[in-house]
């Protein structure tokens, strides 16, 4: 998708849709002279054609709102909040698996399910979640692993045990932290006026550090995390950060489009 694209989502997404229905009107009188000059109608339409938009209405009266498909591409499938508000009942949801050396490709295959669900590893083959199974036992079964050496269960801390010290056991939050820390950096970077000229750094590596933060991140409910976390202050940045750099990023580009030698 073209970096041009990407900021028109961006912008529906963070400037004008805010769980709403935004319409041309919402937007700002720098971006309408914008939109105008590239052709963003076209772009509209086909946006819409190819199910990234959709729409209700004509012309600028239209209403447009992002579909599940551009948000999920935007924001991703995890959404931080709403995993951190999960309430949690207290049982850990464990993975117990004895794999011979003779089947080491499964062995491994296991370990990404695990990983990809964003299980914390206790020793190499005990892993925990304080999340529901659902997800992880369809994934398992595909495995076709000998059951017999393949154990899902769910269990309680010892009275005096703490959460926090099985926390710390299976998720290493001092490399979370790093991810969330290098994400943090380079936002504050962005906020220079230098970048304003190069859009594709400016999407492709926001996204690519806050995937790779998020990714690593098990997204704990708030009974779990770390006093020391930066997850949330990493996505309150971002919340309120990303509107500010993308406007300034299209207000620049307007100006621009606009500009005696490039309308010449």
Known sequence: MKASTELLLYQLLWTCDQLTRPTFNNLS????????????????????????LETQGKSLDRVIRLTE???????????????????WDGNWRMVLFDIPESKRNLRRKIREILHSQHFGCLQQSVWISPHPMNTIKHALGKTRADPSSLTLLEAQSLPGDLPSDMVNSAWDFSKINANYAAYIKHLKRLRNKRFLNDPDYLIAEEKRLWEIALNKDPLLPNALIPN?????KAHQLRQQQLPIIIKSLLNHHCQQDNSPSART
Do not use: C, H, M, V
Request: aromatic share 14%; charged share 35%; proline share 2%.
């Open 228 to 232: 020391d976390y930066l997850g949330k």
């Open 29 to 52: 009188a720098s971006f309408e002279s914008w939109a105008y000059s590239s052709g963003l109608l076209r772009t509209i339409n086909r946006l819409e054609n190819e199910q990234w």
């Open 69 to 87: 498909k551009s948000r999920q591409f935007l924001i991703g499938d995890r959404d931080p909040e709403s995993e951190w508000s999960r309430k």
